[in-house]
């Protein structure tokens, strides 16, 4: 990025577009070398590995960071208000639990509830999916193929921790994990 920034600066091409487009690869490229992530443009990222691995800690600290860099709203919704005090105080945490979700169904009914009644919503962090979807023990693939039509229909990013080894994941989901603990 530092090269094709100097032969920009040395040919004087600050045309508008190209200034936009630099400006949005640093970004990209700053944004991806802080998180570390494998996988950036896709509208569903996974954070996979067994209990106790630190999804959570990798999940609040995504968020932490893109709560800084994002245009939009962010979403975290978690089980409980226990990390209230470690996420940012931009992003709106959401305790899933004060809801009646008992059903794929009607956690995706849910989520499109949050989706409709925030236009600038950019990204939606998910602590622990499969309870909060309702999925513990059960295939989530079409729970996740239903997420990424949303995320590419309303343009959000939804982060989401899951409680399997990536190995364990169905096969159509396994190309969405970023990170693997």
């Known amino acids: 990025m530092a090269d094709l920034w100097k032969i920009v600066q040395k040919t ?23 998180t570390k ?9 996974l954070i996979v590995g067994k209990r106790g691995k630190g999804k959570t800690k990798q999940l609040l600290d995504k968020a932490n960071a893109v709560v ?26 959401i305790n899933v639990n004060e809801y009646p979700i008992d059903s794929e169904d009607a956690f995706i009914g ?34 996740i193929k239903r997420l990424e039509d949303l995320g590419e229909k309303y343009k959000i990013t939804f982060v989401i921790s899951v409680s399997m080894d990536a190995e364990d994941l169905p ?5 969405d994990v970023a990170i693997s603990l």
Do not use: P
Request: charged letters at 25%.
């Open 110 to 143: 849910f989520i499109s509830g949050i989706i409709s009644q925030d236009h600038d919503l950019e990204y939606m962090f998910l602590d622990s999916f499969l309870k909060l979807s309702s999925l513990e023990g059960a295939d989530i693939s079409n729970c």
């Open 68 to 93: 800084k860099e994002a245009n939009g709203n962010v979403d975290f919704l978690d089980k409980s208000a226990q990390h209230m005090y470690e996420l940012n105080n931009k992003i709106r945490l």
């Open 37 to 45: 992530f494998r996988r950036y443009l896709t509208m569903v990222q």
């Open 12 to 34: 004087g091409a600050f045309d508008c577009f190209v200034w936009e487009l630099l400006l949005e690869l640093d970004r990209l490229m700053y944004y991806t070398e802080t």
């Open 171 to 175: 096969d159509s989901v396994k190309r």
